[in-house]
């Protein structure tokens, strides 16, 4: 196995001190340019890498930014991902990128591994049931900035970056109430998480606006998963009497539920309309195109980490709490348009 290449071989093929090596790969100028053209040719030729590494902890920082998030195969957190590199590629840090699976003890995990690998700053979106943000507190006894996104503890320290889950769960209730839909059911995931939590209370609060009794047996709670949400879609498939209208937690919970009910033989949206969330590319592809709230991955992807090198370049207090909430909008498309529907069945 070949040996690494250190500054002591490079000073020594050039007969000069460690200390004037140091320096010229550094971009000292105390270092002639001529002498730093040589001490980098010799460094190339003999196959020097630099340790970027050693090189940033000796500055206190390793310009690297630890990111968590609840889950990879989303389309969402992938635009926020996107987002996020777009942002601090131009400033040249690098990113880990950890996973908790939606486990809090995964979540704790990937944190003190961050913390151990000293990056500069974290990003974070929490597990569905995560308990309690006491893996955050040493960064924040050390002033190393954190900033959540989506899935937050609102009452909690650092900066959060947010939509307004319930309005968007009340929109999206409203619109199939004024499709006519009076037997809605809603299908989310653990309410303890305050993006679920706050689209049921939306959806709570536009049946009650409405005079539609909140029924028990309408919402569903669940992973989320393909194979949970097919067994979902079935046993709604088979109500008695039949619900004529779904606000589906994500795009992919409301696809699953075209499928299904296209082939139990109900009509989207005539029986039952339905309406998504996240506006991912899925709600275009399936047939009919999909109802959804859309949700700026991206956008939030590039506002969190903007907040981030704001803080570690000191534009920014590092201590100081708050909420920045972006826009959502409901886009409407054929899979929730009953009156549309009966408009033409009259013609």
């Known amino acids: 196995m070949q040996k690494e290449i250190t500054i002591y071989d490079i000073a020594r093929e050039l007969n000069l001190s460690t ?35 050693a ?31 777009k942002v601090t590629a131009l400033s040249k840090y690098d990113l880990i990128i950890g996973h908790s699976s939606e486990h809090f003890e995964k979540e704790v995990a990937n944190a003190s591994n961050f913390y151990h ?11 569905v049931d995560t308990q309690n943000l006491d893996h955050y507190e040493p960064f924040f006894e050390r002033n190393i900035p954190v900033v959540f996104f989506d899935r937050v503890e609102e009452d909690s320290k650092g ?5 307004n889950n319930f309005k968007a769960g009340y929109s999206a209730t409203q619109h199939l109430i004024e499709q006519g839909c009076k037997r809605i059911v809603h299908i989310t995931s653990n309410l303890k998480r305050n993006v679920y939590e706050q689209r049921y209370q939306g959806y709570r609060a536009a049946l009650k606006d409405n ?15 393909d194979d949970s949400i097919s067994a979902v879609a079935r046993q709604i498939a088979e109500m008695q009497p039949l619900p ?13 539920c075209i499928q299904v009910f296209k ?29 959804t709230i859309n949700y700026p991955g991206s956008d939030m992807g590039v506002v969190a980490a903007t907040h981030l090198l704001k803080q570690l370049s000191g534009a920014e207090d590092i201590s100081h709490t708050n909420s920045i909430v972006l826009n959502s909008q409901l886009v409407i498309r054929k899979s929730s348009l009953k009156s549309e529907v009966l408009k033409l069945s009259k013609l």
Do not use: C, M, W
Not at 22 to 41: G, H
Not at 58 to 68: A, C, D, L, N
Not at 211 to 225: Q, T
């Open 19 to 53: 200390a004037t090596i140091s320096r010229a790969l550094n971009n000292d100028a105390a270092v002639t340019e001529r002498t730093k053209r040589r001490i980098v040719e010799k460094a190339e030729q003999l196959g020097y890498r630099y340790n970027s590494f």
């Open 55 to 85: 090189s940033n902890l000796r500055q206190q920082k390793t310009h690297t930014i630890g990111v968590i998030v609840p889950q990879l195969n989303s389309n969402f957190i992938s635009s926020v991902l996107s987002g996020i590199e």
């Open 117 to 127: 690998k000293r990056v500069d700053g974290i990003l974070a979106a929490l597990a």
């Open 159 to 163: 900066t959060k970056i947010i939509i």
């Open 211 to 225: 005079r539609i009794r909140f029924n028990e047996n309408y919402l569903f709670l669940n992973d989320l998963n």
């Open 244 to 256: 004529d209208g779904v606000f589906a937690g994500n795009d992919q919970t409301a696809a699953v």
């Open 263 to 291: 082939e139990k033989g109900i009509r989207i949206p005539e029986d039952i309309a339905i309406v998504g969330f996240n506006n991912d590319a899925i709600s275009k592809i399936v047939e009919p195109q999909l109802t």
